[in-house]
């Protein structure tokens, strides 16, 4: 079983804060994902990661940041939250050779 | 560009009847993975069954079998003797191996429901 770990898991804010989503593995993976989901949608890539200090956008366009300070952490932030944020967000990550990826519980945020 | 087309918003079968949810793709890679995942309701998803391209025998994993036709770019999930925790939304998942970024590309999604 995959252990890899996303807070808070719901989160609604006012509009401007400055919100960071947290995302841990402990599986020593070197890939990590985030994916930001509608309800009912799919999941589409906002950014990636190959290790530490390694950083990619992904094929959807987000206005959030991320960073890979450890191999096990992986968080997302976003500067100043707005209304078209709201969303579900999830991370997962993948070890090497033909690995699949493992899902976190995701972090459902609601921006007022 | 890979695209994954999941063509069935919604579907439903009785409790132990046999249900299969559809999935086609489109790209150039001649190696790759493909990947079902299931995310019931307000829980993780989860690895269901994957495919490599180059194996030509179809995966199967206990009451879950696909069918991967890999000329056609067809890549249909099998549930056998469905049960009611099988009710939640299914995702086929395209990963290319040329780039080595190991991302997915998900298809829309299929929401399936179990009935008693």
């Not at chain 1, 976003?78 to 993948?94: D, F, K, N, V, W």
């Not at chain 2, 995942?37 to 025998?57: G, T």
């Amino acid at each position: 079983e995959a252990d890899i770990y996303q807070t808070p898991r719901y989160l609604v804010i006012g509009t401007g804060k400055k919100i960071t989503l947290e995302c841990s593995q402990t599986m020593g993976h070197d890939k990590m994902y985030w994916y930001q989901q509608d309800p009912g949608m799919e999941l589409h890539l906002i950014h990636y990661s190959y290790g530490v200090n390694s950083t990619e956008k992904g094929d959807l366009s987000s206005e959030s940041t991320v960073s890979r300070i450890r191999t096990e952490h992986f968080p997302l932030t976003l500067e100043s939250a707005r209304p078209s944020h709201t969303s579900q967000y999830l991370c997962a990550s993948r070890g090497r050779g033909d690995q699949p990826q493992h899902f976190g519980d995701g972090t459902r945020l609601s921006i007022l | 560009a890979q695209t994954v087309t999941q063509s069935q918003p919604e579907m439903s079968v009785q409790e132990a009847e046999t249900v299969t949810l559809s999935c086609t793709y489109d790209t150039s890679e001649n190696n790759y993975y493909l990947f079902w995942y299931k995310q019931p309701p307000s829980r993780q998803m989860i690895l269901v069954i994957r495919q490599e391209a180059y194996k030509q025998q179809n995966a199967t994993e206990n009451r879950f079998s696909v069918n991967f036709q890999k000329a056609a770019k067809s890549f249909s999930l099998k549930i056998s003797d469905s049960q009611l925790g099988d009710t939640a939304m299914y995702f086929c998942a395209f990963m290319g191996l040329s780039s080595n970024t190991g991302k997915l590309i998900f298809g829309q999604g299929t929401t399936l429901q179990v009935k008693p």
